[in-house]
């Protein structure tokens, strides 16, 4: 039996060990792209809008359940906190959540390889200085150029909706594109979009604390309708973090493909091109702030900054999946000997899981060892 997309001889399975594509599908535009099967978890759809599977490619499907949980409780306790009235508690909690949680995917999936330091210092670290430091730089322009009860004049609406936030992506590439330069043993899509994405989530955590310092530093208790408090901390917390780290990840992401030359280039669309998702990262920083610059409000910038959110979520994946598939390549012989998504065995010279569709590069290195990740004794595999 040979492969319906490389004609490699197959040794049996749904996909191709070698280039991923899917043998049992009948649309033979589906066969290559498998758009149905997300490369970096196959039981979910690329256009699934996943914050953790996309985010958190190298997780295994049991961490990414409990990194789900978490979000998930995390954003459950802001909100109580938020009725409370708790709101500096609530502010700082919201900005450290979502990078607090990719600190411990960075540790979990062991990302940084040998240097966590320079790593973290050129994500987390280079992010959160250059975020702090804009803020301030611009926090005294900000309050004299708006005017509150009189509707947003042109000069605040072009600096905060779209000078700032052009500047504000600038600074976020700062540390990751040093660590491009530097690091060239970081070389897969994913560790740009895990650079790109810290690097945006310990930028927002700062600019988010920076922005708020007169109500972090004021009473503990705020007064106020609840809903001025709980829509801005959900912000906080959850899409502001999440459009940094998915623009600048979109970005990086991109960046690295070109890195990656194995195998030769191809011609893969749109989307993976580095000056597309530069313009891309931009529009996704602009269009939003703008729009709140506009027509603000606790309700409607939920609904600008959610919106924005939910279209990078989906590029992204779409990327990461073309980049996955097109840029195959197998693990060293000896790193692992099943898959960690369905448990079957592998032979350690596969791109992919031949029965379940995994792309091998997304098992994080902490599991890239014999017998790593295997079922406790006594338990049938879940892909069996």
Known sequence: MQCRNCGREL?????????????????????????????????????????????????????????????????????????????????????????????????DAELYGDEPFAVLGGTFLAGAI???????????????????????????????????????????????????ITRRQFDDVLDGLAFGAAAGLGFSATQSIANAWYIISGSFQQSGSISAWVLPTVKIALLIPLLDACTTGLICAALWLRRDRQPEERTRGAITNLA?????????????????????????????????????????????????????????????EQCPQCYHPLKGTESFCPYCGLALRAIPRRARSPHAGQEPSGQEPSGA
């Open 130 to 180: 250059l975020g702090g430091a804009m803020t301030l730089l611009f926090y005294r322009l900000i309050l004299s150029q708006s005017r509150f009860g009189f509707g947003p004049t042109p000069s605040y609406v072009l600096l905060v909706g779209v000078l700032l936030p052009i500047i504000a992506q600038v600074l976020m590439l700062v540390g990751p594109v040093a660590l491009y």
């Open 11 to 107: 040794p049996g399975g749904n996909f191709c060990p070698w280039c991923g594509a899917h043998q049992t599908e009948r649309r033979e535009s589906h066969v290559a792209r498998r758009p149905h099967i997300y490369a970096a978890n196959p039981s979910e759809h690329v256009l699934h809008p996943s914050i953790v599977s996309t985010l958190f490619p190298h997780l295994g499907p049991r961490r990414m359940v409990q990194v789900r949980w978490l979000l998930f409780v995390g954003i459950i306790a802001l909100v109580i906190i938020s009725l409370g009235r708790l709101v500096p508690l609530a502010i700082v909690l919201s900005a450290l959540l979502l990078p607090v949680l990719y600190l411990f995917y960075f540790y």
């Open 276 to 336: 597309a998702a530069i313009v891309i990262g931009l529009l996704g920083q602009i269009l939003p702030a703008l729009l709140s610059a506009l027509w603000g409000g606790p309700w409607l910038d939920l609904l600008w900054y959610g919106a924005a959110v939910l279209i990078l979520l989906l590029l992204v994946r779409t990327l990461l999946h073309i980049g996955l598939i097109d840029k195959a390549r197998p693990l060293r012989a000896g790193d692992t």
